[in-house]
């Protein structure tokens, strides 16, 4: 992407809270395609703070989150989203008129009622959810090249269509594609093609983990056969998922709701050896993979192209 | 790996019954480093064979699987565990004497079950399962590096101690570790490493298609979050998987109801809005994910380093 002038910097000061891997990417991007003026950083840990400057996530970290937000154009929320009310609370008082404050939090209904009801008028808030990450986290884990391809979800209320399209702008020079939607349909949808399958990794990662019979050695050992790729996911931040879990709880329970009477179905068909049952599922999934594939939202390389854990 | 001597081949004439993934990447890799003599192949389907000559994953093919077991020194049964029985008997009466016979199959018990009982005397059967594999299917799926750095499991009764061996030294010769273990405890151990994973990944993939609301061009576009990666899983080969779960049926459904157990104690949690539960649960298997990738078996790499969706 080409360096923007400075004449195109979308914002001159923006404040992240938080600065994990999604903060630390963001800041990286937007510095390294100068898309914005200056990036002040804050997060609750002092260590946190001085990695953030020795990487360079932000031009310089505040003890407070009030105090990094002062002057900012655009302040973005980073932390897990049962710490969003805490935060608004905090930073409310000190928002520049005519501000516009996000977020990157995976659930949307839970967000906007902790943080809308707290901001001054006059003050715009576009929640965003990124849809990128890896399973790693804090302010080591980021990269500039996080968000390239990926989606991001914004579900603005409609009444500040001008902050809308900045942000847009921004998520989309940070390499994003970006669409919006309602908020209640966004927990849904990622209920779906997040949060249950998420909580399924975590499920079947523990039950490998308390079967003593078979050790853990050997879980490890022989995990290429399918498992390995659970614990990838089972590895990610473990406070960001409670977050999510505790804050999109009915789309969540109705999924794996749905989830165990597939899979109750699937247990007799094998109790029963109902081939047929078993082959026609099977064969349905696949195809599902392919149009992932088509639209450009995973590879089609073996294992990934992990080639092959190397 | 260094290139085999003429002096070092391990077996003068292989014969591959079925060439699909795991038997066309053994026909490459053989040939690849000169394993072995000669290497005839045959499948069912005269375009599979034809394919097999074009890219050379053997040096020959065959109409059926007796003429291909002629004079061979090793036979390698790499076709689904339900096709077995009917093979084995197919070829029982023209095995040379002598030779050793055995398979790539995902579970061992039945497999024994199955070939063993119709093997003449003098023909050493040794059970093996190599834990590689991707989510591709057919002899175009092959490559001669697919067993590196992978395990193979033999599952040997322990009457034919030579012939063991020299197995042995031809999957390390293709890249494995190898293990031995009891076939019983091989099952339940892949259970948990891969049967109940996979089930459980074609299940949710087959529940979000199922979800009319959350649109599939929706679970499609916003997999990134998690959800892909199921799908990688659940693009496996359909017939392969349907033989796996109904021969290795009693290790998958208990696994399978430990599962759901834990899962249902998880669900509860979330209900409840017991935050320590889960942030307990999440933090116990970030480690095991550490664990695999100390042992090898995966890559440290974001997302697989599959960097992403490139």
Known sequence: MARAEPMNVLYERVALIGL???????????????????????????ETRSIAIELGLCDRVTDTAAEAVKDADLVVLCVPVGAMETVTREIAPHLKPGATV??????????????????????AFIPAHPLAGTEHSGPRSGFPELFDNRWCLLTPTGDAPEAADRLARLWRAMGSNVDTM??????????????????????MVGVADDLRRVTDSEVIKYSAAGFRDFTRIAASDPVMWRDVFLNNKEATLEILGRFTEELFALQRAIRKGDGDHLHAYFTRTRAIRRGIIEAGQDTDKPNFGRGDAS
Not at 20 to 46: C, Q, W
């Open 102 to 123: 996000s977020d990157v939090g995976s659930v949307k209904g839970a967000v906007i009622d902790a943080v809308a009801p707290h901001l001054p008028a006059g003050v």
């Open 182 to 203: 309602e908020p209640d349909h966004h927990d849904r949808v990622l209920a779906v093609t997040s949060h249950a399958p998420h909580l399924i990794a975590y499920t």
């Open 20 to 46: 994990g891997l999604i903060a630390g990417s963001m800041g990286l991007r937007m510095k390294r395609d100068g898309l914005v003026g200056e990036i002040v950083g804050t997060a609750r840990s002092p």
